[in-house]
């Protein structure tokens, strides 16, 4: 692995939140990433304004952007960094392109005029200090106070390390620590950074598995009508003496039932419930089996 340790220019903090965490999101931008544990995965990420040197100036001509175009170089020696997918998590802040949200780097309040450097990290938030790196963590977001606001100048000492193995290539631009370096630039409003902690992951149930539809029994033909027979008058001349009362019977005693047994919320049979991959421990969960 590739990677550099770098202590950026002093530069306008804004975008993302020093202090929150975001869900981490599928292609879609809805359905939330899952750990190995099967938790919803959460980072934290900001964005660095460094002004450019002058119109038209590029930030891998810059003595930190060299660094980070090196570990590119290092890691993906067949050129992938010169794809115009590679990413490199830097944004042109005077781009009129549109994002993928049809949003326009060039109209961010900050952007015009900087090179914008995104850091994140799934660890932690990040280290906060003042600048003189003398007050470590006391900056922390811990009684309701953000004590850097967007808007203000910070310092961030950080670590980029390529993304090898991924199927598009690019680099992690991850942060070690942020230094509070001055707080008297106007505060920009960013927009509401979503927390992770709020959303409700978590809350509900997985769907047990679809039960497959039951199939309807063949229809039984209706018995024919009883033919109506004449009866023969030649025996009807005098009544039959009256057959004496016979006991009844004493119903046979049920079957035992043979297998699992459902209950009366089952849609379907047991065998049908099985093909449709329910297990015993499931149907009995649900109630659909004793």
Not at 176 to 195: F, G, K, S, W
Request: with cysteine; charged share 20%.
């Amino acid at each position: 692995m590739s990677e550099a340790k770098i202590l950026f220019p002093v530069g306008r903090y804004v975008g993302g939140s020093l202090y929150r965490s975001s869900p981490v999101l599928e292609n879609d931008n809805k359905t939330p990433k899952l750990n190995s544990a099967g938790q919803p995965r959460k980072s934290y990420s900001f964005a660095l304004a460094i002004r450019k040197a002058g119109p038209g100036a590029r930030w891998e001509d810059t003595p930190w952007g060299a660094k980070i175009k090196q570990v590119a170089v290092e890691a993906f020696p067949n050129g992938e960094y010169n794809a115009p997918a590679f990413a490199w998590k830097i944004v042109d802040g005077d781009s009129a392109v549109p994002n993928k949200k049809g949003k326009k780097p060039c109209d961010n309040e900050g952007w015009p005029g900087h090179h914008i450097v995104w850091f994140s990290s799934e660890a932690q938030a990040p280290k906060l200090t003042d600048k003189f790196g003398t007050r470590e963590g006391t900056l922390q977001y811990a009684d309701g106070v953000e004590r850097i606001k967007p808007g203000h100048m910070i310092e961030v000492l950080g670590f980029i390390t390529d993304n090898k193995p991924s199927q598009s290539p690019g680099v992690y631009m991850n942060y070690d620590m942020v230094a509070h370096n001055d707080a008297t630039t106007p505060e920009i409003t960013l927009r509401a950074q979503t927390d992770s902690t709020t959303v409700g992951f978590g809350g509900g149930a997985a769907p047990a598995p679809v039960a497959p539809a039951p199939v309807a029994p063949a229809p039984v033909a209706p018995p024919a009508a009883p033919t109506h027979v004449q009866p023969n008058t030649a025996y009807m001349q005098a009544p039959a003496a009256p057959a004496a009362p016979q006991a009844p019977q004493a119903p046979a005693a049920p079957a035992a039932p043979v297998g699992p047994q459902m209950t009366a919320a089952a849609t379907t049979t047991y065998e049908a419930y099985r093909a449709g991959g329910w297990t015993d421990e499931q149907l009995r969960q649900h109630g659909l089996m004793v």
